[in-house]
């Protein structure tokens, strides 16, 4: 499926009825989701990093281009990768290295990685502006906004917010918003808002009427499926 196919899932929805995508941090994983009904998948960078037995940041950037790289040719749905802060990439060789993996969209985040902090918003949407021109429509952007991760204020998220989207994100990510945050955050940029989301039908349910446009569930599917494979070895474990 190409990003224009992808970019029209999030859009003509019915009210309060948010596209969910699944967080695969492999192939296996991939196919389990794709089987189980999801229309498409985003990888979280965290869930990635945890399968590798590293910090999320820091797996190197050639390794999280291959997991994403395995995760799409494991199954036929369209693909978006969690590809923090582009890894200091410049927008020609960032954008060609996402569709060398065929993932079809992709986050980035506005942390600098390096330090810790948020990057100047007005800075961040140069950034995204040069990666929109170098993909056009071959890439669904999703622009992770870390407001709410480094303290400041809604009314930063919804600056960030409309930045980005004027500089041609399809999305916007306000992680870790509150969930009254979301409807303001979408009236202020204009495109759907990106919902971090325990992997719990009632969150889902309750976030779509929220405001939220799309839903992710960050690390949570990973844990909860860590969480499973424990009890399995604890009930087979010799005694």
């Known amino acids: 499926m190409t990003a224009t196919a992808f970019r029209a899932l999030h859009h003509g929805r ?8 699944a967080g695969p941090w492999d192939a296996g994983s991939a196919r389990a989701f794709a089987g189980a009904g999801f229309a498409a998948l985003a990888t979280p960078s965290a869930a990635v990093a945890a399968s590798l037995g590293v910090a999320d940041g820091d797996v190197p950037a050639a390794e999280m281009f291959a997991a ?12 978006s990768a969690d590809l923090e802060d582009g890894y200091g990439l410049p927008p020609r060789e960032l954008v060609e290295r996402i569709l060398e993996t065929g993932a079809v969209g992709c986050n980035l985040e506005d942390t600098d990685r390096a ?17 929109r021109a170098e993909a056009g429509d071959a890439l669904f952007l999703n622009a992770r ?14 600056e960030r917010a409309r930045l980005y989207a004027a500089a041609g994100a399809d999305c916007v990510y306000p992680i870790t918003a509150p969930e009254e945050a979301l409807a303001g955050i979408a009236a202020t940029s ?12 009632s969150a889902i349910r309750r976030l779509g009427p929220l405001g939220a446009g799309r839903i992710t ?23």
């Not at 906004?145 to 919804?158: H, N, P, V």
């Open 190 to 201: 204009g495109v759907p808002v990106n919902a971090l989301s325990a992997p719990d039908a």
């Open 115 to 131: 330090t810790g902090r948020l990057l100047d918003p007005r800075a961040q949407a140069d950034r995204l502006a040069a990666v």
């Open 217 to 239: 569930f960050g690390k949570g599917m990973y844990v909860r499926a860590m969480a499973a494979a424990g009890d399995v070895a604890k009930r087979l474990r010799p005694a």
């Open 145 to 158: 906004i870390d407001t709410y991760l480094r303290g400041a204020s809604d009314e930063d998220a919804r």
């Open 14 to 21: 019915p009210a309060g009825d948010p596209l969910v995508l």
């Open 68 to 79: 994403v790289a395995r995760v799409v040719r494991a199954v036929d749905v369209p693909v």
